[in-house]
């Protein structure tokens, strides 16, 4: 009975007249959720290309070490270090796109009993709600960051690593660098 008389109040809802102008707060507190809710998005899209970037190269290199280590096993000590670093990132990676628990806007019975409540200011205590909710996805979001820059920092030093990897094999090659020797000697 209770859930019919708070549907009604609803649909015969007209705030009246505020004794002050709270139109801006309630338009800064949409402004603020709508720009980090987008600066999520775009932590989301920048994690879901280093991780294509991360599982493109972790395939090759896969590919590439498996037909490597069949003629020179010894090699393995060389990409280690690269192999390490690019599951390091892949990890970081698809952590930040993993779901958190975040408050979220209150429902719609919470806004029937601010309006009914607080009456013309109903509106501006319901989107006052908005601020802890806006610290919450600063938090969030920060965290998101964090792990989107360090996944990135290990994908550039597994890169780095392949490189200096693929420099050890190309001198190995040539016969300028004897990986059996440096290990008998170590």
């Known amino acids: 009975m209770e859930k019919l008389a708070e549907i009604e109040f609803a649909r015969s809802f007209e705030p009246g007249k505020p004794r002050a102008d709270y139109e801006w707060t309630v338009e800064f507190a949409r402004e ?28 090759g290199f896969s590919a590439a070490l498996l037909l490597v280590l069949q003629s020179h096993p010894l090699w393995i000590f060389s990409f280690f270090p ?28 919470r806004a029937l009993a ?5 009456g013309a200011e109903g509106e501006v205590r319901f989107y006052a ?13 920060e965290g998101e960051s ?18 200096g990897a693929i ?15 440096l290990l008998e000697r170590a």
């Open 32 to 59: 603020a959720l709508a720009a980090r809710s987008a600066a999520a998005d775009a932590l989301d899209d920048k994690a879901e290309c280093l991780r294509r970037y991360v599982g493109t190269v972790l395939v």
């Open 146 to 163: 964090r792990r989107t820059k360090h996944a990135t920092y290990w994908f550039i030093a597994a890169l780095s690593f392949l490189l």
């Open 82 to 109: 690269a192999l390490v670093a690019l599951m390091i990132a892949a990890i970081l990676s698809g952590s930040v796109s993993s779901p958190i628990d975040f408050p979220a806007l209150p429902k719609i019975e």
């Open 167 to 181: 420099a050890v094999v190309a001198l190995s090659l040539a016969g300028v660098l004897d990986l059996k020797a």
């Open 129 to 141: 709600f908005a601020v802890s909710l806006q610290t919450s996805l600063d938090d969030i979001l």
């Open 114 to 118: 601010y309006a009914k409540r607080y």
